[in-house]
């Protein structure tokens, strides 16, 4: 048996991992004749305490099925790709890789990686990219998840880093959930939760979402707002708080800065006036401080809700202010949490893993910052350029110009999950060269791709992965990768190799280049220097921050700021005082309503994986559109029938599901399906790439679009068509 941890959410459950056979056992096999091996909770792990979901539960069940097993080339996406050798695919690599440093420079050269990657990996390639290349355009599909919660966290309390811990889940008495449906999509916590909540009436649960889901259905409030009026609701809830005097007068006085402006900011929002803008009852709004107010002890949580907004950061550093206001950080079962949306999210941001940061919580903007990584690497002064790298999205619009000459694509399947997709997939047609390295075949990004390589995929390759309370755990490879498959830091070194950086990648394993990135985490705020792979197969997983070499780790759980000493300069924390924005794109005549975008228990971003487990196909077979019954009366929309979504940008026909549990005005669609699982089932082709002006995180989660019923009986639109695409957001 192996103990490994499961490659789904940032929760981090743990897993206990058998092999297909025993002695005297009948071998059960899959469809295609492969041995299934048998994954179960690991009742050792800290974090998940033996819980896992449907997702782990049968996450062995795709180790075969539709696996990329070696190399493969083309010149023109006209022509199929052809197997090629190692040999072949890298040179081609090393050389175009040659030619565009040469004719366009190293800002032509962009790499988009996901956390689904392991930390060995994520670091390898920071330090073939941002150090020998000299280029940050490294950055990963966090920067559609995570990024607004990493600028929140960095500008409220001058480093990222969640402070709170999983057990704080059953020591508080109060959560706040806002902008997560945390039953389906981190249901680990949500159940550890839920067991605590059942058994202790004086705790409660707040709800904020405009569909209630499962993890609202047993809320004590539900808070069903408009889309895009979190900032005022979370500024209502503290202007009352503020009006009846529940403040930490000393916290606030001796631990933080900024109070004066936020206290001015919060007299703005008096509840009447939030309770109509955000679309519920004035008492529902006062219940919510009540509870706050009542409590010792508040615990937050949020995710994508918070995260995929034009104004995520601010929104995120909102909920924060309400926590240092009040005095709700660094005590049990108290403080901001954000649930991380990939497995190892967290250990990409601790590498270095967007393209603005540099390994250790480093910025590329901090000249001391870049002094330091450039020594440690030994590299020659000033070879880390000090501005930011492109973002996700401006990778594409850099393809879009003509700009970017080699697209790098890493367990990430961008054809699918970037907003805007229409426009998106536009632009890698129009890529010089992109490399796309993955584990599944065919994937809808393996249609824009030039060089295609095969990737060891978890429990192929050894790794650690850090989850959402930081905690590290090591993932042992207990199976060869299937044909010629590599780990992805085994390819990155590859190339480097070739274009002559011998020395800088000369790693003996991953447990070699795990020990090399652990010592730029020193005195930085996630010091890992006293982990490392024999220590993690000694102990089991460990908590950063943890400094010893040589001790045993520290007790579980490990909270932050529990001094009230934070990474600003003056060791104070910082309240935001932001003004609500609202939404990037508003409804009109021709757009009436707003489609918010989430995930199923069952799937996984673009089902890669989950797509090819017949549990869970079964589970969710098709995508689906939620509409209130007064919004479907209106259009004579009946259940199941098809309905045509169209915003600025483009359309899409999803079977209406009519349920009471989408506030009337705004409709829900899951966003897993891409082209290859059916015809215009895309969720991604009605989004826009309006950002966040801090984290450049883009707001997926909500666009203007109007509905038109298709004829059941001639499969035509009963209304005219229209224009789809307008460049202008309001």
């Given amino acids: 048996m192996t103990k490994t941890l499961c490659p789904y959410c940032g929760v981090g459950c743990g897993l206990d991992v058998s092999p297909p056979a025993q002695a005297g056992k009948k071998t059960h096999r899959d469809s295609q004749g492969h041995p299934i091996w048998k994954a179960a909770g690991d009742r050792d792990h800290p974090s998940s305490k033996g819980m896992v979901c449907v997702k782990g539960a049968t996450v062995t069940e795709s180790l075969h099925k539709d696996r990329l097993k070696y190399p493969m080339m083309r010149d023109s996406l006209d022509e199929p790709l052809q197997k090629v050798t190692w040999e072949t695919a890298l040179n081609r690599i090393a050389s175009r890789l040659q030619e565009i440093l040469a004719t366009q420079g190293p800002d032509a050269i962009c790499l988009y990686g996901s956390g689904q990657l392991q930390t060995e990996d994520y670091y390898v390639a920071q330090k073939l990219m ?69 058994r202790n009436r004086h705790v409660k649960l707040i709800v904020v979402d405009p569909r209630t889901t499962k993890t609202a259905e047993p809320a004590d409030l539900h808070l069903a707002i408009e889309p895009g009026t979190d900032i005022d609701l979370l500024h209502g809830i503290g202007h009352l708080l503020l009006k009846w005097g529940i403040i930490d007068g000393p916290l606030i ?9 936020y ?56 909920l924060i ?15 901001p949490f954000s649930l991380t949306g990939q497995p190892n999210a967290m250990g990409g941001r601790e590498a270095g893993g967007l393209a603005h940061i540099l390994p250790g919580y480093r910025s590329v903007k901090n000249a001391q910052h870049r002094a330091q990584v450039e020594q440690f690497w030994g590299l020659p002064a000033g070879r880390i350029s000090p501005y930011p790298g492109r973002s996700a999205w401006e990778m594409i619009t850099g393809l879009e110009m003509g700009d970017v000459g080699c697209f790098w694509v890493v367990a990430t399947n961008p054809a699918v999950s970037m907003p805007d997709i229409e426009r998106a997939q536009a632009a890698m047609e129009r890529s010089p060269l992109t490399v796309y390295q993955d584990a599944y075949y065919p994937t809808e990004t393996v249609r824009y791709a030039h060089v295609v390589l095969p990737a060891a995929q978890w429990s192929e390759k050894t790794g650690t992965m850090t989850n959402s309370e930081r905690v ?46 652990v010592q730029l985490t020193r005195d930085r705020p996630c010091d890992m ?14 908590q950063w921050p943890h400094t010893d070499t040589s001790a045993e780790p520290p007790a579980y759980p490990q909270r932050l700021y529990t001094d009230l000493f934070f990474h600003t300069p003056n060791r104070r924390a910082r309240f935001a005082a932001a003004q609500a924005q609202g939404l990037a794109e508003l409804r009109d005549e021709n757009h009436p309503y707003i489609l918010t975008t989430g995930r199923l228990y069952g799937h996984w971003h673009t089902q890669t994986r989950t797509g090819r487990i017949e549990k869970i196909t079964k ?23 098809l309905v045509e979504v169209r915003s600025r940008r483009g359309k899409a026909k999803f079977p209406a599901k009519i349920t ?5 005005g705004t409709v829900f669609i899951p966003m897993h399906w891409g082209f290859l699982w059916g015809e215009d089932w895309q969720a991604n082709a009605m989004t826009h790439a309006h950002a966040d002006p801090d984290s450049l995180q883009p707001e997926l989660k909500a666009c203007a679009v109007q509905l038109i019923p298709v004829n059941p009986q001639t499969s035509e639109l009963e209304s005219p068509e229209t224009e789809t695409r307008e460049e202008s957001l309001v």
């Fill in 130 to 198: 941002k150090g020998c290349l000299g280029t940050n355009n490294f950055d990963a599909n966090s920067r559609l998840c995570m990024s607004s919660a990493v600028a929140a966290y960095t500008q409220s309390f001058g480093a990222d880093g969640p402070p709170c811990c999983y057990d704080d889940l059953e020591q508080t008495d109060c959560a706040f959930l806002i902008g997560t449906n945390t039953a389906e999509c981190h249901p680990i916590v949500f159940n550890r939760f839920r067991k605590y909540h059942k």
């Fill in 253 to 261: 006085e001796d631990c933080t800065q900024g109070f004066p402006q």
């Fill in 263 to 318: 206290a001015q900011i919060l007299r703005q929002y008096p509840p009447d006036w939030v309770a109509s803008r955000c679309g519920i009852e004035e008492e529902d709004l006062k219940q919510a401080a009540r509870y706050w107010a009542e409590s010792e002890r508040v615990l937050s949580m949020w995710s994508m809700g918070i995260n995929q907004s034009s104004e995520g950061t601010a929104k995120a550093r909102s």
């Fill in 321 to 335: 202010d309400l926590h240092l206001m009040t005095g709700n950080i660094g005590k049990p079962g108290a403080g």
């Fill in 472 to 517: 590290v755990t090591l993932c042992p490879a207990f199976r060869h990768p299937p044909g010629q498959a590599k780990a992805d830091w085994e390819i990155f070194a590859e190339v480097g190799r070739r274009l002559g950086f011998v020395d800088e990648f000369n790693f003996a394993d991953a447990a070699a280049v795990h020990g090399e990135f």
């Fill in 529 to 542: 220097t006293g982990i490392s792979h024999q220590k993690l197969q000694e102990y089991g997983p460990i």
């Fill in 619 to 641: 589970m969710h077979p098709e995508p689906f559109l939620e509409i209130h019954p007064r919004d479907a009366r209106k259009l004579d929309i009946q259940d199941g029938h």
């Fill in 660 to 664: 009471k549990a989408i506030a009337p």
